[in-house]
């Protein structure tokens, strides 16, 4: 039997000044970063879960939904966590990623919310510069996705910017 994909979102969170929002996992060794995502409960839209998962994750919800990217992204485990991580029950993911503009304070952001805690620090950094840390298994979806991510946010950043301020 072919395990499934489970359904996640991913969070490209931007502040006002164009920076995203990466944060470094406690669950791996190293030091591997990544934007916040999660699974999709049932009877959740995509939508909801990435306010629910950004809340859950980085204890603020304080954002707004920007853009979406179009369609599902899927990537699998490596073969060694296959039947251990994501509860051993899908062979990855496929996520429906959002691009949102942060409107809160950086004092708003408590990765010790949640337990265990995902994250141990975070940073705003430039989009590229992303792809200079060490991603771990995802590298391949974040050198592709950041382009798309970070052209998005550009085409929806000066209304929101001068919305936000309103």
């Known amino acids: 039997m072919t ?3 489970r359904p996640n979102v991913g969070i490209a969170l931007f502040n006002r000044e164009g920076k995203l929002f990466i944060a470094c996992r406690t669950d791996l060794p190293g030091r591997v970063w990544q934007c916040p995502q999660g699974g999709i409960d ?27 990217r179009e369609g599902w992204l899927s990537y699998d485990l490596p073969s060694a966590l296959i039947g251990k991580a994501l509860g051993g029950r ?14 809160g304070q ?13 994250f141990d620090c975070w940073e705003w950094v430039e989009p590229n ?20 991510l970070a052209a998005l946010f550009q085409a929806a950043a000066k209304d929101w910017v001068r919305t936000s301020r309103a």
């Open 106 to 118: 950086d004092s708003d952001i408590r990765l010790d919310l949640h337990e265990p805690a995902e």
């Open 90 to 103: 899908f062979r990855g993911q496929t996520q429906k990623w959002f691009v949102m503009g942060y409107e």
């Open 129 to 148: 510069d992303v792809l200079e840390r060490d991603l771990g298994f995802k590298k391949d979806l974040y050198v592709a996705l950041i382009p798309e």
């Open 42 to 68: 049932e009877g959740e839209t995509p939508e909801t879960a990435a306010i629910r998962e950004m809340g859950e994750e980085i204890g603020t919800s304080n954002a707004r939904i920007l853009a979406e």
């Open 3 to 5: 395990l499934p994909y």
